[in-house]
Structures are given as C-alpha cells and as structure tokens.
C-alpha cells in the first residue's frame, strides 16, 4: 500500500514538507498562512516553510546577486566584473561583439558571472570558449527543475511515449514521497 501525500498545512513537520513534491504555487499559500516572506526561488521557500513548521529560526536568506554596482556602457575586455553582477544586456552586448551571434549565456557562463567578481570580461569570453565542448554535452539539471529532470529521464526509457504519457508518469511520479521517486525516477541508485 503506498502512503498518500498529505493535505499541505502547517501541521506538518519540516521533515514531511520536504518529503513531498510541492508545487511554488502551493507553497506560496502556506507561506501567507504562515507569516513567511515568499521571495527567492522554490528550494528557498521551502526552507523557510519547512523551519517555520518545525520552529525553528529562519535560514539565512542567500546573498542577493544583483545587489552592488552594475556594469554599463562602454565595457572593454578590460573591464573587471564587480560583485553582484547580473548576466544584463550590457554583457551579453558585449559578448556578442566579442564572440559572435552564438553567444548565450549558457550555465557555464552564468556561473562565471556570479561568481567573477575581480575578474576581467576577457577572462570571461576565454572562459566561454573553453567550455564549448562540455556546454555541448548533456549537463545535469538543477533540482528546483525536478520536472525537467524527471521527463530526460522517462524519454530514456520511453523514447516513442507521448507527451500525454509522459505527464501522466509525471503526476504519479510527484504524488510518491521522495524516498520513492528518487527510485521511481532512476535518480539515485
């Protein structure tokens, strides 16, 4: 017999919040209910929620990274990248000129930027061009896109499923507990 997800309120635990798929939109209602700022992504939310129903004081909220000065026109590729840098227009302006109509900022560039501050924009386009030939392998998929991940996977198994199918399996995936889907998925073993 397979557990049922519970009703989303907040007599549940921390523990049995994080157990269950729970979609940002529901999230955001307990979050009202329970006084809890709603900002930031899904994984954030649910760890104020999940800290919020087990009394706990709230965790550090991340440090915002579009906080801090902002580049602006005219940037060379001696232009240092400061803190808090977003991936703007002014960037991908600039990165246009300097690589070409193929520039994106892909998760290899998006993690320089956040994490570049001090270095140069032509460390930057060296760094795009260096990882060329792993941005055009599969990379993983973050967790707060468990949807995403959990269809890469099913079309493995299913390659001629439809989209139909491939949502149904998705709904009975998500109403499992998360011991169960990491298994169900073929994530994890």
Known sequence: MSEIRPPLSAALTGAELRRWYWTWQELTVLARELAVPRGGGKQVLTDRLAAALDGAPAPASPISRTSGRQLSVPVTNQTVIPAGQRCSQVLREHFRREIGPAFTFDAFMRAFIATGEGRTLGEAVAHWHATRGAAGRSQP??????????LRTWRRGHPNGSRDDALAAWRQH????????????????
Not at 174 to 189: F, K, M
């Open 141 to 150: 998929i973050g967790a707060q896109f468990e949807l995403n991940a959990f």
């Open 174 to 189: 998500r109403a499992l507990p998360l011991e169960a889907r990491t298994t169900a998925s073929g994530e994890g073993e």
